[in-house]
């Protein structure tokens, strides 16, 4: 049995979180051959987290939880899901019962922290591996706090910080293919690629309001709300500023609505490394798991 109690064999049910990650900066300082960017990034773990909990059998069920009703989307449940394809990626065989909390679309890496639960539940944490899956997942895996460069599979951990942040999360999904290639194109044109002034830290936020124009009345909503700058998450489409909400004048207001649209406000805080790694699997009984 491997270091994280991946063979369920006889073994008792295990759960694990998966926390959703928060891209504090983004920085793009280069382009490899094969057209992927190279990034340097400041990443946090926050605690909006999916569940997932490891049984023995096949097939991945799918509870939907999304903060705010915004349903999971188009969350598969086949090979193409990152839960079945990490399995597949270490061998590993297991029925899960995956509860989304985090949205789809939104920047937050729902899928790759879901990629990286499995793979701590099978005790395969390896950077190289976790890249084949996606740019986020090496980062999912060790969670906390890091500097992510290269294509995200160096991930070197920082010291913790207890921070807090507020999310707003419009009611749009962004393609974060169709931001790099409207980033490489602003980079072509000469455009500035920070985008309205340094883009908060982000380099991509120019090119993400390029493709997704209704991105910026939510955070100019937000903005005059909470009197800060709003940062974009990642290629978005959340937007994050850090702080309470009774600090930043929100309250316990749920939402934010725009034109008969509305977009949750989601408190969040960062968590620390400990929590996303296998400490974090229990048993039903809340002992620790293998």
Not at 155 to 182: H, K, M, N
Request: glycine share 18%; with cysteine; net charge negative.
């Amino acid at each position: 049995m491997t270091a994280g109690g991946g063979d369920l064999g006889g073994l008792a049910t295990v759960t694990v979180q998966a926390p959703a990650k928060l891209t504090l900066s983004l920085r793009v300082v280069g382009v490899r051959p094969d057209g992927y960017h190279l990034l340097d990034a400041e990443m946090v773990a926050i605690d909006l987290a999916d569940t997932l909990t490891f049984e023995p059998g096949d097939g991945i069920a799918v509870v939907d939880q999304v903060v705010g009703g915004l349903g999971i989307g188009g969350v598969e449940t086949g090979p193409g899901n990152l839960v079945a394809r990490a399995l597949a990626l270490v061998g590993r065989r297991a029925a899960v019962r995956l509860v989304k909390r985090i949205p789809a679309g939104a920047g937050l890496g729902g899928g790759s922290a879901d990629a990286g639960a499995v793979l701590r539940w099978a005790g395969w944490p390896s950077a190289a591996l976790a890249a084949a899956l996606g740019a986020d997942v090496p980062f999912c895996c060790v969670g906390g706090r890091a500097r992510v460069r290269g294509i995200g599979e160096v991930v070197e951990p920082l010291p913790p910080e207890d921070r807090s942040f507020v999310l707003l999360v419009p009611p749009v999904s962004v393609d974060t293919g169709a931001v790099y290639r409207a980033y490489d194109e602003r980079v072509a044109q000469g455009v500035g690629v920070a985008g309205g002034g340094d883009g908060g830290g982000n380099d991509l936020e120019g090119a993400a309001l390029a493709v997704v124009p209704a991105l910026a009345p939510w955070r100019d909503v937000f903005g005059e709300i909470t009197g800060r700058r709003p940062r974009l998450a990642g290629s978005g489409a959340t937007w994050f500023v850090e702080g309470d909400p009774a600090g930043l004048g929100i309250g316990e207001r749920p939402y934010l609505v725009l034109r008969d649209q509305r977009a949750p406000v989601v408190p969040v805080r960062t968590v620390p490394a400990a929590a996303t790694g296998p400490a974090a699997a229990t048993g039903p009984a809340g002992a620790t798991g293998p």
